[in-house]
């Protein structure tokens, strides 16, 4: 039978995006947590080719490594609240027929090969009675015996024109600012739909912690950012995950975004697309990412309980990232650029307090070794005397900065030479009824409360443009 295996973890934002999808679109599947069972965590580790890479998801005993919703909808078959699937062999000339006439409509469809799963060809056999008849094509679990063209652009609506929703304002990002501007929107009556790449909360969900945001003395970053989440829902906001965004252009006084998932028309457009951490850019980093060397602690830090890491950076972030690490690592020590740590005293005072952290300052990264496919250690030069030092860990997290996700932004809207979005009084940009809010707003306040207040500045200028 069709077989779905997911492993993942509950902490793992990508997870979590992957199975509401699932979920949304009535996909059953088996889920291992790997943090439970060990054999899990090695099979990830063999698939990945020695990388803790989740979710990864076997469909029919092929593996997915974090595949995005475009990815999983095309391997399902899955079309908007229909589910295509295709049974049929390489070497069927009407199944390639028909396979050429589905893509030539971008319709997704799962193909599934009888000639591999003896299952498949049993389902075929019952489906038709006895007959061994391909293609058989399942359209929301409704069986079509060899349909033609014909059947299949009838019972898929193919050529049909669609009525298109048009939303008063699009948000592109699910963080902090994001929702914090879909919710003041909504509660102005303007209908919004909130496009996120990954999962919901943008850097704010990696956070353990978060103690300054107003009205909490503690509470975890995904915690806070589902909250924010629910209360935009209750008032009538759309969450769409795992869309990415290619493009924007206006149109007949409409925006047009251009998505993985198709387009999206709105009266306005809200740019939160935060920023992500900025990385080393020493030899045999871009390798070893997912192999032993990270950028969130939330989302990798339990696959190294009990050994030995480094963490690179000496602002907030190291700083909060390294304490959490040291609750259930071995040993954490920190890499420091600086003479000093640049992080708050608050995190600095803490340090004296936990016995398996260590800390070299006046680090320069120079490279990452190598050793069995995976990260080895870590060479570094001392700034001050010139020394050559190497640090031999079990993992490396790195926590030096950010850098604004407005790749795709280039020539829609203007940016500063850094990349981030320059913005006018009312959160405007350059382009009338385009408006930016949170980290990758020039001059902006990497702090959830700050990103708050930046999505209510974007929804009060996204009003008076709308009125």
């Known amino acids: 039978m069709d077989t779905i295996i997911f492993y993942g973890a509950d902490w793992c934002s990508d997870c979590k995006r992957a199975k509401k999808y699932l979920k949304e679109n009535d996909i059953e599947y088996e889920y291992i947590d790997v943090d439970v069972n060990q054999s ?14 989740i979710p990864t998801i076997i469909i029919n005993d092929h593996p997915y490594t974090n595949p995005d919703n475009g990815e999983l909808a095309r391997v399902l ?9 295709l049974y049929g062999a390489d070497w069927c000339p009407d199944c390639r027929r028909a396979k050429k006439y589905l893509s030539s409509n971008d319709v997704n469809y799962q193909f599934i090969d009888v000639d591999v799963h003896d299952w498949a060809t049993d ?3 019952e489906i038709n009675k006895g007959k061994r008849i391909i293609p058989t094509i399942t359209i929301n679990n409704v069986a079509y015996s060899n349909p033609d063209n014909g059947i299949l652009k009838d019972k898929l609506g193919i050529g049909e024109e669609s009525e298109k929703v048009v939303y008063d304002t699009l948000i592109v990002g699910g963080g902090a600012a994001g929702l914090t501007t879909s919710i003041y929107a909504q509660r102005d009556r303007f209908s919004t739909v909130i496009l996120e790449k990954k999962a919901i909360g943008g850097n704010a969900s990696l956070t353990k912690s978060i103690e300054n945001y107003p009205g909490f003395d503690f509470i975890s970053g995904p915690d806070l950012m589902d909250k924010m989440a629910n209360q935009a829902e209750t008032y009538g906001a759309k969450i769409d995950l795992g869309v990415d965004v290619k493009g924007i252009h ?3 006084g409409l925006f047009h975004t251009q998505t993985n998932l198709g387009e999206y028309m709105s009266k306005s457009v809200v740019l939160a697309v935060g920023s992500t951490y900025r990385r080393l850019e ?10 032993g ?9 339990a696959f190294y309980r009990d050994r030995e890491i480094l963490v690179i950076g000496g602002g907030n972030s190291a700083l909060e990232e390294g304490i959490f690490l040291a609750g259930f690592c071995k040993k954490v020590t920190f890499i420091n650029w600086s003479d000093k740590f640049t992080g708050s005293e608050t995190y600095i005072e803490k340090l004296e307090f936990i016995d398996n952290i260590t800390y070299h300052h ?12 995976v990260y080895n250690s870590l060479k570094t030069k001392n700034r001050v005397t010139g020394e050559d030092n190497e640090f031999f860990s079990d993992g490396v997290f790195i926590f030096i900065g950010l850098v604004p996700n407005t790749e795709m932004l280039k020539g829609v809207v203007d940016l500063d030479a850094r990349g981030f979005i320059k913005t006018k009084r009312m959160a405007e940009t350059s382009i009338d009824g385009v408006f930016a809010a949170g980290d990758c707003r020039e001059g902006a306040i990497a702090q959830v409360a700050a990103a708050t207040g930046e999505g209510v500045l974007a929804s009060y ?7």
């Open 293 to 301: 060397v990270h950028f969130c602690a939330t989302c990798d830090g």
């Open 362 to 373: 006046n680090q320069e990264s120079k490279e990452f070794t190598i050793k069995d496919g």
């Open 282 to 291: 020493i030899p045999n980093e871009e390798e070893l990412i997912g192999a």
């Open 40 to 53: 899990a965590t090695k099979l990830v580790e063999t698939i990945n080719k020695g990388k803790r890479i």
């Open 123 to 125: 389902k075929v056999i």
């Open 77 to 85: 078959g899955l079309n908007n609240g229909t589910r295509v699937v």
């Open 461 to 467: 200028g996204v009003k008076a443009f709308l009125k």
């Open 250 to 252: 206006k149109k007949d």
